[in-house]
């Protein structure tokens, strides 16, 4: 079952362009999460924004939730060429579910 | 500190053979997780671990997939035996506590890329 979405599914931008990518989910969530994945490594956790949380930020990571649109999008200002990689968003399957669900990510390439 | 380490990295079967992944977690780390992504999609969980025992197993292939946490440590995911559809890359990630959900920030190994002929 997949509960997270992103959009775009691909993503190509100029070097200190913004990036924006967007996650659609189902059912009501607890939590969210963003990880990157760089070609052939593993996931690296990036921000985890609960429900009662409308922003976060890290560095030049900014990640949004709004659970009345059911959606969280995730904004990297001022990009490089290091951020190209694949983003993922992570959630609950749902309230009270002790599952975890990883949308298919968007796959972000940034241009020199 | 170090990370969760995976072993090996690549592996390569003809299909109705058996293969095992290792995975050795972050010391502490009470929870640990086995996911199958494979190529152009996202990490699908396969079985998560609270120390040693199952918490969740509800999509692994039990006619075919195996896995066991010795000890609440190490664990090892078999593949017996393995299908073509299998061929992707197995993560094994670790996190503190496992409160379940999206709740605990989870940290990943490099994964075992398997191929199967």
């Known amino acids: 079952s997949q509960q997270g979405e992103e959009d775009p599914q691909a993503l190509s931008i100029q070097e200190g362009e913004n990036a924006t990518m967007n996650c659609s989910y189902k059912t009501s969530i607890n939590n969210l999460q963003w990880y990157r994945q760089n070609s052939g490594r593993g996931l690296v956790h990036l921000i985890l924004i609960r429900s009662n949380e409308r922003e976060k930020h890290s560095g030049r990571l900014r990640v949004t939730l709004d659970t009345s649109k059911k959606s969280s999008s995730l904004l990297i200002t001022a990009s490089r060429a290091a951020d190209t990689a694949s983003y993922f968003c992570a959630t609950d399957a749902g309230v009270g579910d002790d599952k975890i669900i990883f949308g298919k990510g968007t796959r972000l390439h940034i241009l020199p | 500190e170090a990370g969760v380490a995976q072993s090996p990295r690549y592996k390569i079967i003809e299909k109705r053979q058996s293969v095992a992944f290792w995975c050795n977690p972050i010391?502490?780390?009470?929870?640990l997780y086995w996911y199958q992504q494979i190529l152009g999609q996202g990490p699908k969980l396969l079985i998560q671990f609270q120390n040693n025992g199952v918490v969740d197993d509800s999509q692994l292939p039990k006619d075919r997939f195996s896995a066991e946490r010795l000890k609440g440590v190490d664990s090892t995911l078999k593949i017996q035996p393995a299908k073509l559809e299998d061929s992707a890359v197995y993560l094994c990630a670790s996190s503190l506590e496992g409160r379940g959900g999206a709740s605990d920030i989870q940290y990943f190994g490099a994964g075992t890329r398997l191929s199967v002929l």
């Open positions: 010391s502490g780390h009470a929870t």
